[in-house]
């Protein structure tokens, strides 16, 4: 999916095609919050105005360009994973073994499903941070751009979580179901906290308040 270009990629959006979909667009704002922390990391290296921080940008865009290229993998393995629950679904169900098997491809194909989105939303949460950082030390004349970034990372969570939701509702499997519940709940709480702080800090420098 990342090898087509943008209009293409909408294009198939757009289609009555089930891929790509909801969770390939939390992979794809996920990787584009990354990304635009390593814009403003790249427009401060090398400025002298910022020679205190060049060694903690570097970082900050090492760490950024990790999560970018991750979540961009992510956008192909949220496809393969519901192309599997797709696959599980069109198995045969006239005998009742082979209803048993399609049930148990089923609910194998869910969890990987769910798991898909999981790994989306732990990505961004880690991107959330990253914005924050890169605010802070960042060139002051692009930080509007951080500020864009972690919201786009927020939405990316925000996105990945539903899609954990949609997934475990159809799981027989309810420890599993609760166990991820609560552990994107929790993660949630630290992403809408470090997205708020971010958010009013880049306003906050922006308007000198």
């Given amino acids: 999916m990342t090898k ?6 909408l294009g198939k959006l ?4 089930p891929t790509p979909g909801g969770g390939s667009v939390a992979a794809l704002m996920g990787s584009m919050g990354a990304a635009l922390v390593s814009m403003v990391a790249n427009l401060t290296v090398g400025k002298k105005k910022y020679e205190s921080v060049e060694k903690e940008v570097k970082k900050l865009l090492v760490d950024s360009e990790t999560l970018r290229l ?10 393969e994973a519901f192309s599997q629950v797709m696959a599980a679904y069109g198995l045969p169900k006239d005998s009742a073994d082979e209803r048993a098997v399609r049930t148990e491809k089923i ?8 798991n898909a989105p999981m790994e989306c939303a732990m990505l961004t949460a880690k991107v959330i941070p990253l914005c924050k950082e890169i605010a802070k030390v960042g060139n002051v004349n692009i930080i509007s751009d951080a500020g864009v970034a972690v919201l786009a990372a927020r939405a990316a969570f925000k996105s990945a979580e539903l899609n954990v939701y949609v997934n475990v509702s159809s799981l027989k499997d309810r420890e599993f179901a609760s166990k991820k519940i609560d552990q994107i709940k929790e993660l949630g709480a630290v992403v809408e906290k ?5 958010f009013d800090y880049v306003k906050q420098v922006i308007l000198k308040i």
Avoid: M, R, W
């Fill in 4 to 9: 087509y270009p943008v209009n293409d990629f």
């Fill in 14 to 17: 757009a289609s009555e095609a």
């Fill in 70 to 79: 991750l979540l961009e993998e992510a956008i192909e393995k949220d496809v």
């Fill in 107 to 114: 609910q194998e194909s869910l969890k990987d499903a769910t």
């Fill in 194 to 198: 470090g997205e708020q702080e971010t």
